[in-house]
């Protein structure tokens, strides 16, 4: 089976599930270069993979400039370099600290809830025990009213 070489952009929005809208922004960004036929946009494999790349770092959090840069150091070699790794791991490290601090916050968010849950069960608890001891009394004093 021969690889295909060339994709459109509706081949591309198919594929990757993305609007055609995004691929003209990533290009508009310069994270995408397709070469061009008149008005019609041919992207190549490297575009292809580019984009993968660029929806996997987005699902991983980084943003577009980290992206950019992280092709930027990429194409300043034929096979990438050291400073693009350090770059990685340092992009990667962020993104980590983040997510534990996330993690954290949610930990966090959770024993706030638990703890206001308790309180307002016990409050309500509280309630329908005063109501069902006011109940009988309530009841005495219509049962009262009435033989008067």
Known sequence: MIEKRNFSISELSQEFDVTTRSIRFYEDQGLLKPRRRGQTRIFSTKDRVRLKLILRGKRMGFTLAETKELFDLW??????????????????EGRRAMLEQQKNDIAQAEMEIDTAETRCREALEELQKKKKQQAPANDEARQTAEHK
């Open 75 to 92: 194409d300043e070699t034929l096979t990438g370099n050291e400073k693009q790794l350090l770059k990685m791991l340092e992009i990667l």
